[in-house]
T-cell receptor, first 113, second 115 residues
Framework: DQQVKQNSPSLSVQEGRISILNCDYT??????FLWYKKYPAEGPTFLISISSIKDKNEDGRFTVFLNKSAKHLSLHIVPSQPGDSAVYFCAASGSSNTGKLIFGQGTTLQVKP | DTEVTQTPKHLVMGMTNKKSLKCEQHMGHRAMYWYKQKAKKPPELMFVYSYEKLSINESVPSRFSPECPNSSLLNLHLHALQPEDSALYLC??????????????FGPGTRLTVT
């Protein structure tokens, strides 16, 4: 049972345009959500997070939106750059704060020059 | 400083060998994690240490043995591994607190090949 789903395995965007990566979750006990970026043969890099008490968090070119009623979050990258080409994972954690993160399957973003 | 270091970067070992993976962080984080990642898959949690005590073992086979010597160090001892254990092994650390925030910072990983 996948509690965190990224339904698009890949996304291709032109440089300078907006990239929108989507993530859905099923567990209403999740209260903290994160996005990670991963290059091949490297560890994931933390990008941005959002608490369930907010609906938007912005950090430079990256904005995460949370729609709790739809159990949906999205990551917007504006403007997209070729260096953004990587695999993006969304992750969720629950209020029990065990430290456990539940990851989605990842979306491979390609930004074309 | 959000750096987690891992050694070695690459490791090739036979099925009868004993080896160890090492991880270090100096961010004052009190939670440390071991993950396993196969190609094109998300990281798969193996162990969680909270305040240097093992708090989560995700039913990992006993051929993997974690150890947390102090709050900055985390080891993963390997013995009698199988070829299917070949993967990228990732260490991560995070703060622990009542807020529920759980930004985990990952190391670069150890690429393990079991022959």
């Amino acid at each position: 049972d996948q509690q965190v789903k990224q339904n698009s395995p890949s996304l291709s965007v032109q440089e300078g345009r907006i990239s929108i990566l989507n993530c859905d979750y099923t567990n209403s006990m999740f209260d903290y959500f994160l996005w990670y970026k991963k290059y091949p043969a490297e560890g994931p890099t933390f990008l941005i997070s959002i608490s369930s008490i907010k609906d938007k968090n912005e950090d430079g070119r990256f904005t995460v939106f949370l729609n709790k009623s739809a159990k949906h979050l999205s990551l917007h990258i504006v403007p997209s750059q070729p260096g953004d080409s990587a695999v993006y994972f969304c992750a969720a954690s629950g209020s029990s704060n065990t430290g456990k993160l539940i990851f989605g399957q990842g979306t491979t973003l390609q930004v074309k020059p | 400083d959000t750096e987690v270091t891992q050694t070695p970067k690459h490791l090739v070992m036979g099925m009868t060998n004993k080896k160890s993976l090492k991880c270090e962080q100096h961010m004052g984080h009190r939670a440390m994690y071991w993950y396993k990642q196969k190609a094109k898959k998300p990281p798969e949690l193996m162990f969680v240490y909270s305040y240097e005590k093992l708090s989560i073992n995700e039913s990992v086979p006993s051929r993997f043995s974690p150890e947390c010597p102090n709050s900055s160090l985390l080891n993963l001892h390997l013995h009698a591994l199988q070829p299917e254990d070949s993967a990228l092994y990732l260490c991560a650390s995070s703060q622990l607190g009542a807020s529920g925030r759980n930004e985990q910072y990952f190391g670069p990983g150890t690429r393990l090949t079991v022959t």
